[in-house]
C-alpha cells in the first residue's frame, strides 16, 4: 500500500475524543499461534491521541496473528470507501450498507431509495463480501424512525441475498423484531449477528436457524455473565469474533482506543470461559470466518518471534 495516495489510504473520520478518555493505543498483546479473522470493523474511523493509518492498523494486527478484516461501511461514503480499500488490500475484504442509525437521516432527505440503489452497486464489486451493518436499533433511534429501518432492512436482507453474500446484522434493543423479520422473509444463506448482545435462550434460537453469533470486547466485561452464558449456549461452529473497533476496546484497556490488533484479548478471554485451547478456538473460529466470506487471499501471516518474545516481532513499535 506504500504507493496508495495518502488521503485513500487513511481513515475518512475521527472519533469523538470525548472527556477525560486515555488515547493511547493499549500495547501488542502477544500474537496467536493459529491465526484469526476480525470480521467487523471500522478502519474508517481514526481513534486515539495519534491516530495510525490503514498499513499501520493492518501490520499490528499481523504481526500478532490477525491475518485479515472485514471492513464495516455505515451509510454511502464509507460504504464506498470499504470497497476501494478492499479491491487494493489482500488483508481487507468489504461489507456495505445503510446503518439502521442513518436510514431515517436518508429516508428524511428523500434520498434512501438512492443509497440503497448504490448499495446494490457496490455488493456487486469484488472483495465486497457482506452486506452490513444493517438491522434495527431500537436505543439509538425512536419510534418514528422505525419504518424507515425496517424497509432499509428489509432492502438489505434482498440485496445480499440476490448476490449470495453474507448479512451482518446491527440489532440494539430489538432482538425479537430483528428475528421476526429474519424469518418472515427470509434470512440469506450466511447471517452474522454482529457484536451480539442477547442472553443464552435468544443464542439458541440464533443457532437453530444456523445463524452466526459475533462475540466483540463486550464479552470479556466484568459484567458479561449474560454474553458468556450465551456463549457457552451455542455450537462452536457458529461462532466468530470482531473488534468494532475503534470501538468496545476489551479487557483490561476498556474505554481506551480500540484495533483489529487487540483482538486476541476477546479470544483468549472467550477460549478462557468456554475451557478450552486458545489454539483449538482460533482454528474452528478462522474456519467459521472462511466458511461464511470466503478467503481473504491475504498474505501469509508472518509467524516470526512466537513463543519467543516481542523483540523479534516485526512490528515492534508498542510491545
Ligand atoms: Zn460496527
Known amino acids: 500500500m506504500a504507493n496508495e495516495p ?30 484469526v479473522y476480525d470480521n467487523h470493523t471500522h478502519l474508517e474511523i481514526g481513534d486515539g491521541d495519534q491516530s495510525l493509518s490503514v498499513a499501520e492498523q493492518l501490520d499490528r494486527a499481523s504481526s500478532v496473528g490477525v491475518r485479515g478484516v472485514i471492513q464495516v461501511g455505515g451509510d454511502l461514503e464509507t460504504s464506498r470507501w470499504s470497497a476501494m480499500m478492499a479491491a487494493r488490500e489482500p488483508r481487507m475484504l468489504a461489507a456495505v450498507a445503510i446503518h439502521p442509525n442513518e436510514a431515517p437521516v436518508y429516508d428524511a432527505a428523500g ?59 446491527h440489532d440494539r434493543d430489538a432482538h425479537a423484531a430483528v428475528i421476526e423479520t429474519l424469518l418472515r422473509v427470509g434470512a440469506p444463506e450466511r447471517t452474522v449477528f454482529h457484536c451480539f448482545s442477547g442472553d443464552a435462550e435468544m443464542a439458541r434460537i440464533l443457532a437453530d436457524n444456523g445463524w452466526y453469533l459475533s462475540f466483540a470486547g463486550t464479552v470479556t466485561f466484568k459484567n458479561a455473565d449474560r454474553l458468556r452464558a450465551a456463549l457457552a449456549a451455542v455450537p462452536r461452529a457458529l461462532l466468530l469474533v470482531e473488534t468494532d473497533a475503534p470501538f468496545l476496546t476489551p479487557a483490561p484497556f476498556r474505554g481506551r482506543p480500540n484495533a483489529p490488533y487487540l483482538l486476541p484479548h476477546t479470544l ?31 498474505e501469509p501471516v508472518n509467524v516470526i518471534g512466537i513463543g519467543t518474545g516481542s523483540e523479534t516481532r516485526p512490528f515492534g513499535g508498542l510491545a
Open 6 to 35: 495518502q488521503s485513500e489510504a487513511n481513515f475518512v473520520r475521527q472519533r469523538d475524543k470525548g472527556t477525560g478518555r486515555d488515547l493511547t493505543y493499549p500495547p501488542l498483546p502477544d500474537p496467536l499461534v493459529v491465526p
Open 111 to 169: 434520498t434512501l431509495d438512492d443509497a440503497l440503489a448504490e448499495i446494490a452497486e457496490l455488493a456487486t464489486r469484488p472483495r465486497v463480501v457482506a452486506i452490513g451493518e444493517t438491522g434495527l436499533d431500537y436505543f439509538r433511534t425512536g419510534p418514528e424512525g422505525h419504518a424507515s429501518q425496517q424497509r432499509s432492512f428489509e432492502a438489505h436482507i434482498e440485496i445480499a441475498k440476490r448476490n449470495g453474500l453474507a448479512l451482518q446484522i
Open 268 to 298: 483468549r478471554a472467550m477460549a478462557d470461559h468456554l475451557e478450552t485451547d486458545v489454539t483449538i478456538l482460533a482454528s474452528q473460529i478462522s474456519s467459521n470466518t472462511e466458511l461464511v466470506y470466503g478467503c481473504w487471499d491475504a
